[in-house]
């Protein structure tokens, strides 16, 4: 191992935790309410407030509300505070949204690869057929090189081999 990826480690690591944490919507629930909990028995101990007053702390200041009713007064306090919105507003609120979003957008008529293959070898067989349908007729086919290729995304077409309208309705003479 080189010296950079010995220096890179722990990045991958850390990033590979954050792969697992995100996907996992019981594990972001549970890290949520473990930091809402955990948040509010520092505090309760540090500001000497009641479990009660120290978990609705704990639940406004990671939502970032902030009414005002409760607030720290000594700097482990205002420490465990700042590192209670860092955490929720930085980490674990994006990811919760992230992957709610997700499974919202999900494509439910997207092809599976083994659908994708099966298209591809599909649309192979039909060349192949139709090559031996041009040769018996003797209809010469236009190869790749001639044009006949799809622009878009994934095309090996260069951008600039589209019609000049495309995408728009032809003009009316």
């Known amino acids: 191992m080189c010296g950079m990826e010995l ?3 722990p990045f991958r690591r850390v990033y590979r935790g954050l792969v ?7 594990t972001l629930i549970a890290s949520y309410l473990l930091m809402i909990m955990v948040s509010g028995v520092i505090y309760a101990r540090v500001e000497d407030k009641s479990a009660g007053d120290s978990v609705w702390w704990a639940i406004v200041t990671a ?10 007064t000594t700097w482990q306090g205002r420490t465990i505070a700042a590192l209670l919105i860092s955490t929720m507003v930085l980490l674990v609120i994006p990811l919760i949204t992230a992957h709610f979003a997700s499974r919202l957008i999900v494509d439910n008529d997207a092809f599976v690869h083994e659908e994708q293959e099966q298209l591809k070898a599909d649309v192979r067989r039909m ?10 007729r003797g209809v010469v ?9 799809v622009n878009g995304p ?3 077409a260069p951008p600039l081999a589209r ?7 032809p003009r009316r003479r």
């Open 7 to 9: 220096l890179l480690l």
């Open 20 to 26: 697992w944490f995100a996907n996992s919507p019981r």
């Open 63 to 72: 939502s970032t509300v902030g009414y005002g009713d409760i607030s720290p």
């Open 127 to 136: 060349r192949v057929l139709l090559e031996e349908l041009a040769a018996r």
């Open 141 to 149: 086919l236009p190869g790749p090189d001639r044009g006949d290729q």
């Open 154 to 156: 994934g095309s090996a």
């Open 163 to 169: 019609p000049a309208r495309s995408g728009r309705r």
